[in-house]
């Protein structure tokens, strides 16, 4: 609270609890030049509150973590207006935090920015109501690299989330893993990958994707900058084998399969 020339604080994983969220709100407010804040894990729970309004009294916020915080779903709006005063921002983790349907409050304040390039939403029980709200911040983003939405059975909505992704060209790791993605959703899945030929990371585990896995391997054997496949947990059974195949062989850089 003492000084005022502070660009970065990173105090993930340290429980630090509801009872420092006035002493960080102040810290905050006496460094008007922070650009990067790193709270993720540390269950600050109602006190980010306190966090968030101190956050609005900033503009040039470029990356935020509040992951695994147990946020209450009315801070979502206390986040938007945060977006809202930081139109440079390129970083948002918000994972692990039960968000739900109040992420759509969040998710529309995004898609008034256009410098985003990483979006954390996994495990926050959100469901196929965010796939318009997704697909907005997406064609708002268009320079996005990192989109994690993992374990959060968006099911449907998915297809309005690869719908938007075919439209840019920047994409490099992709968490889709847990989300019961429908069959009807793997074909705009395949297009966006083929318009994605910088893709680095894809996470599809526990999908069920079943034979439909072939129509997604297909898309990636037209990339070769792949180094992480995770599609466990998918029964994609033996005839995927050759298509995966040519997959290894297009991407020689795969590091972990």
Same mark, same amino acid.
């Given at each position: ?14 429980? +630090? ?8 709100? #102040?810290? /905050? ?10 709270? %993720?894990?540390?269950? !600050?729970?109602? $006190? ?8 609005? =009294?900033?503009?040039?916020?470029? @990356?935020?973590?509040?992951? %695994?915080?147990? !946020? *209450?779903?009315?801070?979502? *709006? ?26 759509? /409050? ?12 990483l979006l954390d939403l996994q495990s926050n029980q959100l469901t196929h109501e ?12 268009? #320079? ?11 099911? =449907? %909505? ?8 075919r439209q840019i060209k920047s994409i490099k790791k992709l968490g889709l893993q847990?989300n019961d993605i429908p069959k009807a959703a793997v074909v705009e899945l395949s ?5 994605? =030929? ?12 079943? $034979? $439909? ?7 990636? =054997?037209?990339? @070769? ?22 997959? +290894?062989?297009?991407? #020689? ?5």
């Open positions: 609270c003492n000084i005022s020339t502070l660009k970065a604080l990173k105090m993930d994983d340290n429980q +630090i609890g509801e009872r420092c969220g006035d002493v960080l709100a #102040s810290v /905050i407010k006496s460094n008007s030049g922070l650009k990067e804040l790193r709270l %993720g894990n540390n269950n !600050l729970q109602r $006190s980010i509150l306190s966090i968030a309004k101190a956050l609005q =009294c900033l503009s040039n916020l470029e @990356s935020l973590d509040l992951s %695994g915080n147990n !946020l *209450s779903q009315d801070v979502s *709006s206390e986040i938007a207006v945060v977006i809202d005063s930081n139109d440079s921002l390129k970083e948002l983790v918000l994972g692990d935090n039960n968000l739900q349907s109040s992420v759509i /409050i969040i998710l529309e304040a995004l898609s008034k920015i256009s410098t985003l390039k965010v796939g318009d709200a997704l697909g907005a911040v997406i064609l708002q983003n268009t #320079s996005l690299e990192t989109l994690f939405l993992d374990n959060n059975n968006i099911a =449907c %909505g998915m297809l309005k989330v690869f719908k938007a992704l847990c297009a966006a990958i083929q318009s994605n =030929c910088t893709l680095e990371l894809l996470t599809l585990n526990n999908n069920n994707l079943q $034979s $439909s896995s072939e129509v997604i391997l297909q898309a990636l =054997c037209n990339i @070769s900058t792949l180094k992480v496949l995770e599609m466990d947990d998918n029964q994609i059974g033996e005839r995927c084998g050759d298509v995966l195949a040519s997959v +290894i062989k297009s991407n #020689s850089g795969l590091k972990e399969l």
